[in-house]
Protein backbone atom coordinates (compact mmCIF):
# COMPACT_ATOMS: atom_id res chain seq x y z
CA UNK A 1 0.00 0.00 0.00
CA UNK A 2 1.48 3.48 -0.59
CA UNK A 3 0.28 7.16 -0.07
CA UNK A 4 -0.59 9.19 -3.11
CA UNK A 5 1.21 12.48 -2.02
CA UNK A 6 1.26 16.04 -3.78
CA UNK A 7 3.13 18.60 -2.97
CA UNK A 8 1.99 22.38 -3.19
CA UNK A 9 4.65 25.05 -3.85
CA UNK A 10 7.02 22.06 -4.96
CA UNK A 11 9.52 24.62 -7.21
CA UNK A 12 10.29 26.78 -4.06
CA UNK A 13 13.04 25.42 -1.42
CA UNK A 14 11.02 24.25 0.93
CA UNK A 15 9.14 21.82 -1.55
CA UNK A 16 12.22 20.89 -3.02
CA UNK A 17 13.52 19.63 0.14
CA UNK A 18 9.80 18.14 0.96
CA UNK A 19 10.68 15.74 -2.18
CA UNK A 20 14.19 15.27 -0.89
CA UNK A 21 12.98 13.71 2.62
CA UNK A 22 10.60 11.56 1.34
CA UNK A 23 12.75 10.02 -0.92
CA UNK A 24 15.57 9.54 1.22
CA UNK A 25 13.08 8.35 4.02
CA UNK A 26 11.73 6.27 1.69
CA UNK A 27 8.28 7.23 2.75
CA UNK A 28 5.65 4.76 1.45
CA UNK A 29 3.96 6.50 -1.76
CA UNK A 30 1.90 5.39 -4.82
CA UNK A 31 2.58 8.29 -6.88
CA UNK A 32 3.86 12.16 -6.19
CA UNK A 33 2.57 15.07 -7.81
CA UNK A 34 4.30 18.52 -7.42
CA UNK A 35 1.96 21.22 -7.66
CA UNK A 36 2.69 25.04 -7.89
CA UNK A 37 1.06 28.35 -9.78
CA UNK A 38 0.50 27.85 -13.46
CA UNK A 39 3.22 29.67 -14.63
CA UNK A 40 5.33 26.95 -13.22
CA UNK A 41 3.93 24.14 -15.44
CA UNK A 42 6.23 21.55 -16.69
CA UNK A 43 8.81 22.77 -14.74
CA UNK A 44 11.31 19.79 -13.47
CA UNK A 45 12.05 18.72 -10.12
CA UNK A 46 13.47 15.67 -8.70
CA UNK A 47 12.34 13.31 -6.60
CA UNK A 48 14.87 10.79 -5.79
CA UNK A 49 16.00 9.01 -9.19
CA UNK A 50 13.38 10.32 -10.74
CA UNK A 51 12.41 14.07 -12.44
CA UNK A 52 8.60 15.19 -12.36
CA UNK A 53 6.57 17.88 -14.25
CA UNK A 54 4.95 20.32 -12.07
CA UNK A 55 1.07 20.32 -12.41
CA UNK A 56 -0.44 23.76 -11.68
CA UNK A 57 -2.13 23.79 -7.90
CA UNK A 58 -5.67 25.59 -9.34
CA UNK A 59 -6.67 22.84 -11.54
CA UNK A 60 -5.65 19.95 -9.86
CA UNK A 61 -8.46 17.23 -8.33
CA UNK A 62 -7.47 15.84 -4.50
CA UNK A 63 -9.93 13.90 -4.60
CA UNK A 64 -7.72 10.35 -5.14
CA UNK A 65 -5.01 11.77 -3.18
CA UNK A 66 -4.07 11.09 0.47
CA UNK A 67 -1.84 13.86 1.66
CA UNK A 68 -1.05 17.26 0.54
CA UNK A 69 2.17 19.35 1.93
CA UNK A 70 1.61 22.59 1.43
CA UNK A 71 4.50 24.81 1.12
CA UNK A 72 3.50 27.83 -0.74
CA UNK A 73 2.48 30.51 1.07
CA UNK A 74 -0.12 31.91 4.15
CA UNK A 75 -2.24 33.52 1.30
CA UNK A 76 -2.24 29.97 -0.89
CA UNK A 77 -3.09 27.84 1.92
CA UNK A 78 -5.97 29.90 3.20
CA UNK A 79 -7.56 29.62 0.01
CA UNK A 80 -7.13 26.12 -0.77
CA UNK A 81 -6.40 24.11 2.12
CA UNK A 82 -10.35 23.81 3.45
CA UNK A 83 -10.96 22.85 -0.03
CA UNK A 84 -7.98 20.07 -0.40
CA UNK A 85 -9.25 18.89 3.11
CA UNK A 86 -12.73 18.22 1.86
CA UNK A 87 -12.10 16.53 -0.86
CA UNK A 88 -10.93 13.95 1.63
CA UNK A 89 -7.37 14.62 1.66
CA UNK A 90 -4.53 15.63 4.70
CA UNK A 91 -3.13 18.69 4.01
CA UNK A 92 0.22 19.24 6.34
CA UNK A 93 0.34 22.85 6.30
CA UNK A 94 4.23 24.88 6.36
CA UNK A 95 2.76 28.52 7.03
CA UNK A 96 1.10 30.18 9.58
CA UNK A 97 -2.20 30.05 8.38
CA UNK A 98 -3.79 27.72 10.29
CA UNK A 99 -1.34 27.76 13.25
CA UNK A 100 -3.68 29.64 15.88
CA UNK A 101 -6.36 27.70 14.65
CA UNK A 102 -8.06 25.89 17.73
CA UNK A 103 -9.27 23.35 15.56
CA UNK A 104 -5.98 22.77 13.88
CA UNK A 105 -3.41 20.47 15.61
CA UNK A 106 0.31 22.06 15.38
CA UNK A 107 2.11 19.73 15.68
CA UNK A 108 6.43 18.32 16.48
CA UNK A 109 6.41 14.66 16.10
CA UNK A 110 9.23 14.42 19.00
CA UNK A 111 6.69 17.03 21.32
CA UNK A 112 3.47 16.38 20.66
CA UNK A 113 2.79 13.79 18.52
CA UNK A 114 -0.47 12.30 19.87
CA UNK A 115 -2.49 15.74 19.62
CA UNK A 116 -2.08 14.76 15.49
CA UNK A 117 -5.42 12.73 16.38
CA UNK A 118 -7.17 16.28 16.20
CA UNK A 119 -6.53 16.26 12.50
CA UNK A 120 -9.84 15.57 11.08
CA UNK A 121 -12.13 18.29 12.46
CA UNK A 122 -10.84 20.07 9.03
CA UNK A 123 -8.36 17.54 8.13
CA UNK A 124 -5.36 20.13 8.43
CA UNK A 125 -2.09 19.73 10.42
CA UNK A 126 0.05 22.97 10.99
CA UNK A 127 3.64 22.88 10.63
CA UNK A 128 5.37 25.49 13.15
CA UNK A 129 7.75 28.50 12.80
CA UNK A 130 11.12 27.22 12.01
CA UNK A 131 12.68 28.54 14.96
CA UNK A 132 9.96 27.24 17.27
CA UNK A 133 10.29 23.52 15.64
CA UNK A 134 14.01 23.12 16.86
CA UNK A 135 13.10 25.17 20.27
CA UNK A 136 10.32 22.70 21.88
CA UNK A 137 12.33 19.87 20.23
CA UNK A 138 15.18 21.01 22.94
CA UNK A 139 12.67 22.19 25.85
CA UNK A 140 10.50 19.22 25.66
CA UNK A 141 13.15 16.90 27.62
CA UNK A 142 13.64 19.34 29.77
CA UNK A 143 10.45 20.75 30.64
CA UNK A 144 9.37 16.77 31.81
CA UNK A 145 11.95 16.32 34.00
CA UNK A 146 12.47 20.32 35.65
CA UNK A 147 8.97 22.33 34.47
CA UNK A 148 9.98 24.86 32.67
CA UNK A 149 9.07 28.42 34.00
CA UNK A 150 10.20 30.82 31.47
CA UNK A 151 12.48 30.94 28.19
CA UNK A 152 14.33 33.68 26.91
CA UNK A 153 16.06 33.01 23.54
CA UNK A 154 17.54 34.89 21.06
CA UNK A 155 17.56 33.79 17.87
CA UNK A 156 20.44 33.74 14.59
CA UNK A 157 18.25 33.23 11.95
CA UNK A 158 19.69 32.69 7.83
CA UNK A 159 18.44 33.67 4.81
CA UNK A 160 16.65 30.89 3.81
CA UNK A 161 14.23 31.29 6.44
CA UNK A 162 13.45 34.36 3.71
CA UNK A 163 12.89 32.10 0.97
CA UNK A 164 15.06 32.01 -2.17
CA UNK A 165 14.90 35.82 -2.52
CA UNK A 166 16.60 35.82 0.65
CA UNK A 167 19.25 33.96 -0.40
CA UNK A 168 20.14 35.31 -3.77
CA UNK A 169 20.00 38.81 -1.78
CA UNK A 170 22.30 38.28 0.41
CA UNK A 171 25.26 36.35 -2.57
CA UNK A 172 23.99 39.12 -4.82
CA UNK A 173 25.16 41.47 -2.12
CA UNK A 174 28.13 39.85 -1.20
CA UNK A 175 29.05 40.07 -4.92
CA UNK A 176 28.82 43.47 -5.05
CA UNK A 177 30.93 44.04 -2.13
CA UNK A 178 33.81 42.22 -3.36
CA UNK A 179 33.48 43.66 -7.17
CA UNK A 180 32.75 47.42 -5.63
CA UNK A 181 29.56 47.39 -7.66
CA UNK A 182 26.37 48.82 -6.71
CA UNK A 183 24.63 47.11 -4.25
CA UNK A 184 20.94 46.18 -4.43
CA UNK A 185 18.52 45.92 -1.14
CA UNK A 186 15.00 44.39 -1.82
CA UNK A 187 14.22 42.07 0.81
CA UNK A 188 15.53 42.63 3.88
CA UNK A 189 15.05 46.27 5.29
CA UNK A 190 18.89 46.50 5.90
CA UNK A 191 21.71 45.38 4.01
CA UNK A 192 22.13 41.57 5.13
CA UNK A 193 26.01 41.00 3.43
CA UNK A 194 28.40 41.57 6.44
CA UNK A 195 25.66 42.60 8.91
CA UNK A 196 22.72 40.97 11.34
CA UNK A 197 19.20 42.79 11.11
CA UNK A 198 17.02 42.63 14.58
CA UNK A 199 13.82 42.61 12.38
CA UNK A 200 12.12 39.53 11.07
CA UNK A 201 8.39 39.64 10.46
CA UNK A 202 6.24 43.01 10.92
CA UNK A 203 6.16 44.99 14.09
CA UNK A 204 3.12 44.49 16.41
CA UNK A 205 2.21 47.49 18.94
CA UNK A 206 4.25 45.92 21.85
CA UNK A 207 7.44 46.44 20.02
CA UNK A 208 8.21 42.73 19.31
CA UNK A 209 7.70 41.65 15.84
CA UNK A 210 5.19 39.04 14.48
CA UNK A 211 8.44 36.07 14.52
CA UNK A 212 8.73 36.81 18.29
CA UNK A 213 4.93 36.31 18.77
CA UNK A 214 4.93 32.97 16.77
CA UNK A 215 7.89 31.66 18.71
CA UNK A 216 5.58 32.63 22.07
CA UNK A 217 2.12 31.70 21.03
CA UNK A 218 2.81 28.32 19.22
CA UNK A 219 5.78 27.53 22.17
CA UNK A 220 2.50 27.65 24.47
CA UNK A 221 0.05 25.51 22.09
CA UNK A 222 3.05 22.83 21.32
CA UNK A 223 4.34 22.14 25.07
CA UNK A 224 2.35 24.14 27.71
CA UNK A 225 0.34 27.25 28.01
CA UNK A 226 2.00 27.93 31.44
CA UNK A 227 5.51 28.52 30.11
CA UNK A 228 6.80 32.20 29.51
CA UNK A 229 8.60 33.23 26.72
CA UNK A 230 10.05 36.34 25.18
CA UNK A 231 12.14 36.09 21.95
CA UNK A 232 13.93 38.25 20.40
CA UNK A 233 14.65 37.24 16.47
CA UNK A 234 17.30 38.43 14.21
CA UNK A 235 18.95 37.69 10.29
CA UNK A 236 22.02 36.85 9.63
CA UNK A 237 24.20 36.15 6.99
CA UNK A 238 24.08 32.91 7.13
CA UNK A 239 22.43 30.88 3.97
CA UNK A 240 21.00 27.52 5.45
CA UNK A 241 20.18 26.83 9.74
CA UNK A 242 18.89 28.69 12.54
CA UNK A 243 21.18 29.09 15.59
CA UNK A 244 19.47 29.85 19.12
CA UNK A 245 20.66 31.00 22.20
CA UNK A 246 18.44 29.87 25.11
CA UNK A 247 18.12 30.78 28.63
CA UNK A 248 15.39 28.75 30.95
CA UNK A 249 14.54 29.03 34.15
CA UNK A 250 13.14 25.48 36.04
CA UNK A 251 10.95 24.92 38.69
CA UNK A 252 12.92 22.25 39.97
CA UNK A 253 16.94 22.23 40.65
CA UNK A 254 18.98 21.72 37.80
CA UNK A 255 22.37 21.11 36.37
CA UNK A 256 24.18 20.84 33.37
CA UNK A 257 25.35 17.70 33.48
CA UNK A 258 21.77 16.20 34.47
CA UNK A 259 20.58 18.56 31.59
CA UNK A 260 23.22 16.88 29.47
CA UNK A 261 22.36 13.33 30.19
CA UNK A 262 18.67 14.28 29.34
CA UNK A 263 19.29 15.66 26.23
CA UNK A 264 21.65 13.03 24.84
CA UNK A 265 18.54 10.44 25.28
CA UNK A 266 15.84 12.72 24.12
CA UNK A 267 14.61 11.87 20.36
CA UNK A 268 15.66 14.31 17.12
CA UNK A 269 18.45 15.44 19.58
CA UNK A 270 22.34 15.43 19.39
CA UNK A 271 24.38 17.15 22.06
CA UNK A 272 27.87 18.12 21.04
CA UNK A 273 29.59 19.87 23.53
CA UNK A 274 32.99 20.36 24.19
CA UNK A 275 34.22 22.47 26.25
CA UNK A 276 37.38 23.53 24.44
CA UNK A 277 37.74 25.36 20.49
CA UNK A 278 35.42 24.06 18.23
CA UNK A 279 33.64 21.99 20.83
CA UNK A 280 30.47 23.26 19.65
CA UNK A 281 28.02 22.85 16.45
CA UNK A 282 27.27 25.78 13.86
CA UNK A 283 24.72 26.18 11.58
CA UNK A 284 27.58 24.98 8.75
CA UNK A 285 27.94 22.03 10.16
CA UNK A 286 24.02 21.49 10.73
CA UNK A 287 22.89 22.55 7.19
CA UNK A 288 21.54 19.18 5.63
CA UNK A 289 21.44 17.20 8.60
CA UNK A 290 18.48 16.45 10.31
CA UNK A 291 19.17 16.64 14.22
CA UNK A 292 18.18 19.60 16.70
CA UNK A 293 22.00 19.92 17.74
CA UNK A 294 22.51 21.33 21.53
CA UNK A 295 25.92 22.76 22.31
CA UNK A 296 27.17 25.24 25.47
CA UNK A 297 25.05 23.63 27.77
CA UNK A 298 25.96 25.35 31.55
CA UNK A 299 24.21 26.73 34.76
CA UNK A 300 22.97 30.22 34.58
CA UNK A 301 23.51 31.55 37.99
CA UNK A 302 21.44 34.71 37.54
CA UNK A 303 18.27 33.35 38.55
CA UNK A 304 17.26 30.23 40.27
CA UNK A 305 17.20 26.88 39.01
CA UNK A 306 19.04 28.64 35.49
CA UNK A 307 20.07 26.64 32.59
CA UNK A 308 21.74 27.97 29.02
CA UNK A 309 22.06 26.67 26.03
CA UNK A 310 23.12 26.75 22.23
CA UNK A 311 20.59 25.57 19.77
CA UNK A 312 21.00 24.69 16.35
CA UNK A 313 19.28 23.05 13.27
CA UNK A 314 18.81 23.16 9.51
CA UNK A 315 15.27 25.19 9.32
CA UNK A 316 14.68 23.80 5.36
CA UNK A 317 14.81 20.78 7.31
CA UNK A 318 13.72 20.35 10.71
CA UNK A 319 12.22 23.49 10.41
CA UNK A 320 10.07 22.90 7.70
CA UNK A 321 10.20 19.65 5.62
CA UNK A 322 11.18 17.49 7.52
CA UNK A 323 8.81 17.87 10.42
CA UNK A 324 5.88 17.76 7.81
CA UNK A 325 7.10 14.60 6.84
CA UNK A 326 7.30 13.19 9.83
CA UNK A 327 3.76 14.74 10.89
CA UNK A 328 2.83 12.19 7.51
CA UNK A 329 4.65 9.17 9.24
CA UNK A 330 3.03 9.97 12.59
CA UNK A 331 -0.16 9.53 10.57
CA UNK A 332 0.44 6.64 8.95
CA UNK A 333 2.07 4.88 11.60
CA UNK A 334 -0.55 5.36 14.09
CA UNK A 335 -3.34 4.07 11.85
CA UNK A 336 -4.92 7.73 11.73
CA UNK A 337 -4.81 7.68 7.86
CA UNK A 338 -5.53 4.67 5.29
CA UNK A 339 -4.59 5.41 1.43
CA UNK A 340 -7.79 5.62 -1.00
CA UNK A 341 -5.96 3.52 -3.42
CA UNK A 342 -3.65 0.56 -3.91
CA UNK A 343 0.01 0.92 -4.96
CA UNK A 344 0.39 0.31 -8.80
Keep these: MGYKVAIAGATGNVGREMLNILAE?????????????????????????????????ENYDFSDTDICLMSAGGEV???WSPRIGAQGCVVIDNSSAWRYDADVPLIVPEVNAEAVRGFSKKNIIANPNCSTAQLVVALKPLHDAFGI?????????????????????????????????????????????FN?????????????????????????????????????????PVFIGHSEAVN????????????????RSAPGILVIDKRENGGYITPHEAAGEDATYISRIREDITVENGLAFWCVSDNLRKGAALNAVQIAECLMNRGLLKPKAKAA
Design 196 to 236: VIPHIDVFMEDGFTKEEWKMTVETKKILDPKIKLTATCVRV
Design 25 to 57: RAFPVSEVVPLASSRSIGQEVSFGDKTLKVKAL
Design 77 to 79: SKA
Design 149 to 193: KRVVVSTYQSVSGAGKDGMDELFDQTRSIFSATDLKQKKFTKRIA
Design 248 to 263: IECEKPITADEARDIL
